[in-house]
């Protein structure tokens, strides 16, 4: 099993008050897995995400990736194991503005020993795969929405991570671009066998997907494949 | 593709800190320039400072100024200087006499002194053990022979254009009639004493034009090494004590003093200014920082999820702010160090003869610019730094 949730629990403090968004959480997802996972807003979807990511760490329970368990690591040890395993695709991009399309895909190389001349030969290979060699000069401004979406999961694979996790990565796109990107992920998964959680509202979407889940007001409810 | 060996922990998006520099050309000019000017200001501010200081502790430690008792606008009879040179300890006199006087409009404004050439010679020229005021012998002669003879300081002649051979007309006042000097050579200045920024003709020669007057503003006297300077002053002043020509005998660092306290508070004053105009510096930088810091929030959450330690978060922001801050710093520095001391602007040295920036001036300017950098870069750089991933991502916080 390539990722392993067990009893995940998240509480948010927003000033006096604790809202308690993941209330004991199982999920198990396969190596090469697809999963979607899906939900009403505020269920806790980008929160379990998140976790799975080691974006953020659970009030309890245990996450074990790879083998390896998050719970306990402290910043920076999670700092590196992101580096080195997660490939992060979010709804709106988030790519550096000030960065043409080559240098946003080469930043997470940079925390790597990679030679110049290696990063260069991986971020090219990342753009050319999602179909942007020749656009590696434009800065996210000069790019269309899913162009932009694409540069960012040539970042989120040119360091060659386990899986993928992507937030709502269709969500801000319109239907043709949505689809592109959908296609794109299709092919990283079959083609090269990457495992990816992908939180989506779009039932069209899902359906692209191994595996659905359902998450309601912190727990799991349905879990169908 | 292959998988990438283990990360490297200290890794900094170096890249970033130009690409936002560079994005941002406006908000980094302005920052820049805020710096340089303050900076700028301050090496001013200090070195007019410091001119006051350097003109006490570069006073000749052996020399005497004798004046009127009455006030220092008051002349005293030349023939005074016989008597000081019988005062015991004494080795040589000159005297200094304010000329006044119009160059062709009333705005060109320097200081003419009528002196006495020969002992002007051997107290700061070629034959002194100070060459305080540095002109080849040849123009010493130059000058000496020739009663209608003259000259100037190098910042004077830059300002003027004068050249050895030019003829200086000057209309006398204090002095009256119709005077042409004959410019004999141009002088530099070998000690922070003597300024670039005068002229010098023979005294015997202004003297003559009013019918011999006899009168001069000031004797320097320059007492035999090893003499007690105390004792000779009071020498000298009690010669005249009883006489219609009371004199004032100070040492030359106590009578440069007495100039300094005519600017009363001015030097406290010039010091709170270049610190106020300092900490405005800080501030405008601060806020800049702290603008950047806001936009790049989610910026921060990215790079953190990416991978990059809170460590290389916090290195990148601040050393923005240092970076910013030390050129906008050496800029202003190194421009006042080039508008001063390379391109001379005489307008400073006609106030302040004793304007020098010095290497310390310059090396505290660096220093503070620095430090305003890593306060400015180093504040909003550490709030980046403690921001959790998840409200960085979100934007909030
Ligand atoms: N850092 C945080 N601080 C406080 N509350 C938070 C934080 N992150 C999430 N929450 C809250 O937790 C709940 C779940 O948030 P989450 O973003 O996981 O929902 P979601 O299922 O992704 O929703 P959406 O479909 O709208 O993206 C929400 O009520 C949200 O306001
Ligand atoms: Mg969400």
Redesign the pocket.
């Known amino acids: 099993m390539l990722i392993q949730v067990r009893g995940v629990v998240?509480t948010?403090?927003?000033d006096a008050e604790t809202?308690r968004?993941?209330h004991g959480v199982d999920l198990d997802v396969a190596a090469g897995e697809w999963v979607a996972l899906m939900?009403?807003?505020?269920?806790?979807?980008?929160?379990?995400?998140?976790l799975i990511g080691g974006l953020?760490v659970p009030d309890a329970g245990s996450i074990v990736v790879g083998g390896e368990e998050l719970v306990g690591r402290d910043g920076g040890e999670l700092a590196q194991w992101r580096a080195r395993h997660v490939g992060y695709v979010f709804?709106l991009y988030n790519l550096m503005p000030v960065l043409t399309a080559f240098q946003n895909v080469e930043l997470p190389l940079l925390l790597t020993p990679l030679s110049r001349k290696e990063r260069k030969d991986h971020v090219e290979t990342a753009l050319s795969m999602v179909g942007l060699a020749d656009r590696m000069d434009h800065f996210p401004a000069q790019l269309s929405g899913g162009q932009n979406q694409r540069v960012a999961i040539a970042r989120a694979i040119v360091t060659d991570p386990s899986f993928l996790l992507a937030?709502?990565p269709t969500g801000d796109l319109d239907r043709k671009s949505g689809e592109e990107i959908l296609q794109l992920l299709d092919d990283l998964h079959r083609r090269f066998g990457k495992a990816i959680v992908m939180?989506t509202?779009d039932p069209h979407a899902a359906k692209r997907a191994d595996r659905l889940v359902h998450?309601e007001k912190?727990v799991i409810v349905e879990d169908a494949e | 593709m292959r998988a990438p060996a283990a990360p490297v922990r200290s890794a900094v998006p170096w890249r970033l800190l130009f690409a936002h520099l560079r994005r941002a050309p406006f908000r980094t000019v302005l920052t820049l320039s805020g710096v340089a000017l303050a900076i700028f200001l301050f090496v001013t501010l200090r070195s007019v400072n410091e001119s006051f200081s350097t003109a006490v502790e570069s006073a000749g430690r052996s020399r005497l100024v004798t004046g009127s008792a009455v006030s220092l606008f008051v002349n005293l009879p030349a023939k005074l200087e016989q008597e000081i040179r019988g005062v015991g300890g004494v080795r040589n006199v000159t005297h200094w006499t304010w000329f006044g006087g119009v160059y062709i409009d009333e705005k060109n404004m320097f200081a003419r002194f009528g002196v006495d050439v020969p002992s002007m010679r051997e107290m700061y020229g070629d034959l002194s053990t100070g060459k305080e005021i540095l002109l080849g012998p040849g123009e010493w002669d130059a000058f000496n022979d020739d009663l209608q003879g003259c000259i100037v300081g190098a910042g004077l002649a830059r300002s003027y254009g004068f050249k050895v051979g030019d003829r200086i007309p000057m209309k006398g006042n204090i002095w009256p009639g119709d005077y042409d000097f004959n410019v004999r050579g141009i002088y530099s200045a070998g000690s922070p004493q003597i300024d670039e920024v005068s002229m010098f003709f023979h005294w015997k020669h202004m003297d003559e034009k009013v019918g011999r007057r006899s009168e001069v503003s000031l004797f320097v006297v320059e007492a035999e090494p090893g003499f007690d300077l105390a004792k000779i002053s009071r020498d000298i002043d009690g010669r005249f004590e009883s006489s219609g020509n009371r004199t004032r005998s100070l040492t030359e660092a106590a009578f440069n003093q007495q100039f300094i306290s005519m600017w009363g508070n001015v030097p406290a004053l010039l010091t709170l200014i270049a610190v106020a105009v300092l900490f405005a510096a800080f501030m405008i930088a601060l806020n800049t920082m702290l603008l950047n810091a806001r936009d790049r929030r989610v910026e921060t959450g990215v790079l953190k999820a990416l991978g990059f330690t809170d460590r290389a978060i916090f290195r990148l922001n601040a050393a923005e702010g240092v970076l910013v801050c030390t050129a906008g710093g050496a800029a202003g520095a190194f421009g006042a160090k080039l508008l001063f001391d390379v391109g001379k602007v005489d307008a400073i040295y006609k106030f302040f003869p004793a304007f020098r920036i010095l290497d310390e001036t310059m090396a505290m300017a660096l220093g503070i610019s620095v430090l305003i950098g890593i306060l400015s870069g180093g504040i909003p750089a550490s709030a980046l730094r403690r921001m959790?991933l998840?409200?960085a991502l979100?934007g909030?916080g």
């Open positions: 998240k948010f403090h927003r809202v968004v993941l939900g009403p807003s505020g269920s806790g979807k980008t929160t379990l995400l998140n953020d709804q937030d709502e939180v509202h998450l912190g | 959790s998840m409200s979100r909030i």
